[in-house]
């Protein structure tokens, strides 16, 4: 029951350009792939001394990527990164500088910005995650409603009422701060205020 400005969209806005601000949360990470791409080649030709493209549709500055990750573009890995072995990016991810993914961890379709974390095995599908996030072990976010015959995502906002998003494939949008703990589950179209706190083995089920 809380509003987009609670989530502080600046950050998601600065990265992904003004453009993003006129689209709903769910209508961005359909369009991770396709940005991502655009604005390799674009950084790229800005600055080749401080970008390269590592793999197609993969760039990245000044990452640390380990061996045994696996990477599979279009995939924009910011400066002073830290991929762990094991872990697994897809479908469209854009991480954005000092975001640290630690063993075991799955991204796809996800915008991650400055200096969050996911410890270890995480998974974090078709979500925007803020600046300052800390995922313990194991928490994982869910987009997609596997046990409902109607699959469509619908989200709590500021004034109390479920809204409709049109969209079957919908994680979450998680503010700046936020601190998620071992083993909890945010259902599809969980919506963080920035600093929230979601205990460990907590369950979110804001569209009950």
């Given at each position: 029951m809380?509003?987009?400005?609670?989530c502080?969209l600046?950050?998601?806005v600065a990265e992904?350009g003004?453009d993003?601000?006129?689209?709903?949360?769910w209508a961005?990470?359909p369009?991770?792939?396709?940005r991502?791409?655009?604005?390799?080649?674009?950084?790229?030709?800005?600055?080749?001394?401080?970008w390269?493209r590592?793999?197609?549709?993969?760039?990245?500055?000044?990452?640390?990527?380990?061996?045994?990750?696996?990477?599979?573009?279009?995939?924009?890995?910011?400066?002073?990164?830290?991929?762990?072995?094991?872990v697994?990016?897809r479908?469209g991810?854009w991480?954005?500088?000092?975001?640290?993914?630690g063993?075991g961890?799955e991204?796809?379709a996800?915008?991650v910005?400055?200096?969050?974390?996911?410890?270890h095995f995480n998974?974090?599908?078709?979500?925007?995650?803020?600046?300052?996030?800390?995922?313990?072990?194991?928490?994982?976010?869910?987009?997609?409603?596997?046990?409902?015959?109607?699959?469509?995502i619908?989200?709590?906002w500021?004034?109390?009422?479920l809204?409709?998003?049109?969209?079957?494939?919908?994680g979450?949008?998680?503010g700046?701060?936020?601190?998620?703990?071992?083993?909890?589950?945010?259902?599809?179209?969980t919506?963080?205020?920035?600093g929230a706190v979601?205990?460990?083995?907590?369950?979110?089920?804001q569209?009950a």
């Open positions: 809380i509003s987009l400005d609670a502080d600046a950050g998601w992904l003004a993003a601000a006129q689209l709903a949360p961005l990470p369009q991770l792939a396709e991502v791409l655009l604005a390799g080649d674009a950084r790229l030709r800005a600055d080749p001394t401080q390269r590592v793999g197609e549709g993969v760039w990245h500055a000044s990452a640390t990527v380990e061996a045994g990750a696996v990477i599979k573009g279009p995939v924009l890995i910011g400066p002073g990164c830290f991929i762990a072995a094991g697994t990016l479908g991810v991480l954005a500088e000092r975001v640290t993914l063993p961890c991204l796809k996800t915008l910005l400055a200096g969050s974390a996911l410890a998974y974090v599908g078709d979500s925007l995650i803020g600046s300052g996030v800390n995922f313990e072990a194991g928490a994982v976010v869910a987009n997609h409603h596997n046990e409902r015959v109607d699959k469509r619908w989200v709590r500021a004034d109390g009422a809204h409709d998003t049109g969209v079957t494939k919908f979450a949008l998680v700046d701060g936020c601190k998620i703990g071992a083993n909890a589950v945010l259902s599809p179209g919506v963080l205020a920035a979601v205990p460990r083995l907590g369950l979110v089920a569209d």
